[in-house]
């Protein structure tokens, strides 16, 4: 991430690069507490994860979570963690989604469109209730305008 003019930049060529090389992608979001955890890997015994899941407090906790959750493959070797400073409109556009779905096709033959596409709206709906709530001063946040009814 870098900044630009509008604030900050994302290179989605690196993106790109990240989704290529790394066997785990983590991503961190402003309006959610929720990470989205997408696992690469290639594994005969247990699909590949694309889910919204709970943060943890590190690298070694989420490698006991995969652990848990896909037994007998492998701790994976490179697991990228970026938090995501934009909308989820533009995370749709960018290659996160679409190259993973391509590289999971491609090297395990599953199609996880379906995983991704609910991951997404459960992301669309969470941004759009955090935003309702920043609007009406929900919980964690304050109204600093009030409507002045003089």
Not at 62 to 76: A, F, I, S, T
Request: glycine fraction near 8%.
């Amino acid at each position: 991430m870098r900044y630009g003019d509008n604030g900050l930049t994302v290179d989605f060529g690196r993106m790109a690069e990240a989704i290529d090389e790394g066997d785990v992608l983590v991503v961190g979001f402003e309006m959610t507490g929720k990470r989205l955890l997408i696992d690469l890997r290639s594994d005969d015994h247990s699909p590949p994860l694309v889910e919204v899941v709970d943060p943890l407090a590190n690298a070694q906790q989420r490698n006991e979570w995969l652990d848990e959750r896909r037994p007998g493959v492998p701790r994976p070797e490179h697991v990228v963690f970026f938090v995501w400073p934009h909308s989820m409109e533009l995370l749709s556009e960018s290659p996160l989604f679409s190259g993973s779905q391509e590289r999971i096709l491609r090297e395990q033959g599953v199609d996880v469109s379906a995983d991704i596409e609910d991951v997404r709206r459960d992301l669309e709906r969470r941004e759009r209730d955090d935003t309702q709530r920043a609007l009406a001063g929900g919980e964690g946040y304050r109204t600093i305008w009030s409507r002045g009814d003089d």
